[in-house]
């Protein structure tokens, strides 16, 4: 008759197979070199100005662009003048949004 086997006893501390395992047992993670940025200190807050001038840009911005196709703005015919000033309007709302914080 064949003795019976013991199974394997659970080993304490580090695994001999995980590369970075402490003593108790955990398993650091290896270094990389992808770039981590730092945490700010401070969260940073926006000046009352930045969202008045974005969304008062944006908003002047779409009136102008609607007026100018329903024929409200001086002129005979829609202009594409009008069609530019509204452009450029919405793009300052944009550059505000996405430029300061």
């Given amino acids: 008759m064949a003795k019976p086997v013991k199974p394997p006893s659970a080993k304490k501390g580090p695994k001999s197979g995980k590369p970075g395992a ?3 047992g955990r398993v650091t993670p290896k270094q990389t070199s992808r770039y981590t ?3 700010p200190r401070a969260e940073k807050v926006s ?3 930045v969202p008045i001038v974005m969304f008062t840009s944006l908003g002047l911005g779409m009136l102008v ?3 100018n196709y329903v024929s409200l703005l001086p002129g005979d015919k829609p202009s594409n ?3 530019l000033l509204g452009l450029v309007l919405i793009t300052t709302g944009f550059v505000t949004a996405t430029k300061f914080h």
């Fill in 65 to 67: 662009i609607l007026a």
């Fill in 22 to 24: 402490t003593p108790s």
């Fill in 81 to 83: 003048m009008y069609l």
């Fill in 47 to 49: 000046p009352r100005w």
């Fill in 37 to 39: 940025p730092p945490i």
